[in-house]
């Protein structure tokens, strides 16, 4: 079991969880996780023992150097931490971390068992998928949830996929299990230009986290990373004939296939979201 060291109280805390590997195209609900961690001044509490669900040859351990200048091994492992955001009348436990190799079950048993005992409740996972999804337009985000009033309530857009899944899935069925309400959120990576990072899906993730938290969350240069990605996928498409034709017809399919209505409201609560930064700011 995980083992807190000087675990808080906290205040009604929401989890918000990432996993590296299968769930995480681009790197992109990794790097959420890393970003939360630094605007909101997280502290790790606890940590989950590697030893009983990596396997060490697939996530090696990384040797490497401390602020101090001594040498120290940092073993592949996942992470709970906690927060107060700026805005948010309730806390935050941060769970970010990499997808295990074996015993997922026993996993996440242990990973739901330190929520409950921090007080945990709403759990909110992000990923990412590789998809046919042009780079020029927003970045594609589906949302699934274990009960039906959090579906009316987050006006998610439901996802319609059936296959193979990684640990994020697994995580929220394990949620479903133990009656703990969880929230799943996909950004669409364009697999054209799948190496990391990818910081239009990063934005579009943390874009739905402000809705759910109904917050500003500090984007610091992600904002203008995105814009600097855009800008270089639009270089390297420039320099292909091919590939600028098979974003010519993605753009096509996108917007034949999205209604009006559905554009106004993406449009409406990226306004809402500019307002709400607005005001926080002043």
């Known amino acids: 079991m995980i083992e807190f060291d000087d675990a808080p109280d906290l205040v009604d805390p929401i989890v918000i969880a990432a996993f590296e590997g299968w769930n995480d195209a681009a790197d992109a609900s990794s790097y959420v996780l890393d970003h939360l961690m630094d605007v909101w001044d997280a502290r790790t509490v606890g940590m989950v023992d590697p030893e009983d669900f990596y396997d060490f040859q697939v996530n090696r351990p990384v040797v490497g150097t401390d602020e101090k200048g001594m040498r120290r091994l940092t073993w592949p492992t ?7 955001p ?6 935050v436990i941060l769970v970010r971390g990499i997808e295990p190799n074996m015993r997922w079950k026993q996993f996440c048993v242990e990973i739901l068992a330190a929520i409950d005992e921090l007080g945990g409740g709403l759990v909110v996972t992000l990923a990412a998928l590789l998809a046919d999804t042009p780079h020029t337009r927003p970045i594609p985000v589906t949302g699934t949830a274990t009960e039906p009033e959090l579906v009316d309530r987050l006006k998610l857009e439901q996802s319609t996929y059936e296959g ?7 995580f929220q069925d394990a949620c479903v299990r133990i009656d703990m309400p969880a929230v799943s959120y996909w950004a669409a990576v364009p697999h054209y230009v799948a190496q990391p990072p990818c910081p239009k899906a990063s934005l579009a993730l943390i874009g739905q986290l402000e809705d759910l938290l109904e917050i500003s969350i500090p984007l610091g240069d992600l904002a203008e990373d995105a814009r600097a990605w855009e800008r270089g996928v639009d270089e390297l498409a420039a320099e292909d004939e091919d590939i600028a034709d098979y974003v010519r017809s993605l753009e096509e399919t996108r917007d034949t296939a999205e209604l009006p209505e559905a554009s106004g409201e993406a449009i409406a609560r990226e306004f809402e979201r500019y307002l709400k930064r607005r005001q926080d700011g002043d």
Do not use: K
């Open 164 to 170: 193979p899944t990684g640990i994020v899935g697994v």
């Open 78 to 84: 996942t992470s709970i931490a906690v927060c107060s």
């Open 86 to 91: 700026p805005g948010l009348n309730r806390d």
